[in-house]
């Protein structure tokens, strides 16, 4: 992996200091948010979610919230960071007994590489992970992810978002690699179309003629 040894997850220390307000981040305290937008996007056009894969759920709520919306049949998630494993794994976070929830203590890249982990997902939630994976990382990883998940719930900051964090609240991810919109454009819409705000359509699964998404015109 990269420099942040994706495969080993970040310390203690570096979640005591980086959220130590979680309430307020992006995807904790407005997890189930995201949830029903996520939720009411798909169901505009009838989408059906029946199995959700989290590649790096970090403290888990944003991934607890998508199953309580959706009460998956099957249910994945990864997370290199063994600190954070270990509290998620307690909490219990399936949100039936019916919902079949496997948890690993892994990274990404491995998970890709991975041949165990080829049947696919409905949905798949990868918020704030490829800036800790390199160039190369990248473009192994996006075919693999396309294959896997058929819609992609996905955020990463780009090189003028990392300045704001700065700026607004102080805060420098040293750990995190700055690449520009229009790189990341460039890599993801090779084997995803963008369908939303942060809803991403796989190349492999759909094509213009046989997407459930009605309105081609906001497809690019």
């Given amino acids: 992996m990269s420099s942040v040894k994706g495969s080993e997850g970040f310390s203690k220390d570096y979640w005591d200091v980086n959220y130590s307000s979680p309430d307020e981040m992006d995807g904790i305290g407005n997890a189930e948010n995201h ?23 970090g403290l888990g709520h944003l991934f ?5 919306e959706f009460i998956p ?3 994945l998630g990864i997370e290199p960071s063994k600190y954070v494993f270990d509290q998620v794994k307690k909490r219990n976070i399936e949100p039936v007994e019916s919902t079949s929830l496997k948890l690993y203590n ?3 890249l491995s998970w890709c590489q991975d041949a165990r982990f080829v049947k696919h997902f409905d949905l798949g939630i990868c918020t704030s992970v490829f800036q800790y994976l390199t160039d190369e990382e990248v473009r192994e990883v996006l075919p693999i ?31 995190a690699i700055r690449r520009s919109k229009s790189w990341y454009q460039k890599e993801i819409k ?11 359509e796989s190349k492999f699964h759909f094509k213009e003629e046989n997407t459930f998404f009605t ?5 690019f």
Wanted: charge should be negative; charged fraction near 35%.
């Fill in 35 to 57: 949830a029903k937008y996520i939720k009411a996007t798909l169901d505009l056009d009838y989408i059906d979610i029946s199995s959700v894969a989290d590649l790096g759920f």
């Fill in 190 to 200: 090779k084997h995803f179309t963008f369908v939303s705000s942060r809803i991403l």
């Fill in 73 to 75: 049949y099957r249910a």
């Fill in 106 to 108: 892994m990274d990404l």
């Fill in 64 to 68: 607890q919230a998508v199953m309580k």
């Fill in 215 to 219: 309105d081609l015109l906001f497809r």
């Fill in 145 to 175: 992810l396309s294959k896997r998940m058929k819609y992609l719930y996905f955020s990463v900051p780009t090189d003028k978002e990392l300045d704001r964090q700065i700026e607004d609240l102080e805060f420098k991810d040293e750990y």
